[in-house]
């Protein structure tokens, strides 16, 4: 992740001083460890027992935004199901 901080006259933009200007997860770097998910001020990022597919490139293993969004149930209720696993 790339942090980015709050300017003046952006106060209506962000909550906090400091946000997440670019979400990019590289999982060749990640060895399990946890910290992420105990630093997330919002819950966001956990570990759970579900895995990752194979890839055969180097860019499958970086995940952005969009790649790690759960779909709205509401909107999207097989792509939720498939998510929720």
């Given amino acids: 992740m790339e942090a980015a901080?709050?300017?003046?006259?952006?106060?209506?933009?962000?909550?906090?001083?400091?946000y997440a200007a670019k979400y990019e997860i590289?999982?060749?770097r990640c060895i399990f460890c946890g910290y992420c998910?105990?630093?997330c001020p919002k819950d966001a990022i956990y570990?759970?027992?579900t895995f990752a597919p194979a890839n055969y490139g180097?860019?499958?293993?970086?995940?952005?935004?969009?790649?790690?969004?759960?779909?709205?149930?509401?909107?999207?209720?097989?792509?939720y199901q498939k998510?929720?696993?």
């Fill in 5 to 18: 901080e709050r300017q003046k006259g952006e106060e209506h933009l962000y909550r906090e001083e400091k």
């Fill in 26 to 28: 590289n999982m060749l």
């Fill in 37 to 39: 998910e105990e630093a």
């Fill in 47 to 49: 570990l759970s027992q």
């Fill in 58 to 79: 180097r860019s499958g293993f970086i995940y952005k935004k969009e790649d790690l969004l759960i779909p709205d149930p509401k909107k999207d209720p097989e792509a």
């Fill in 83 to 85: 998510a929720k696993g």
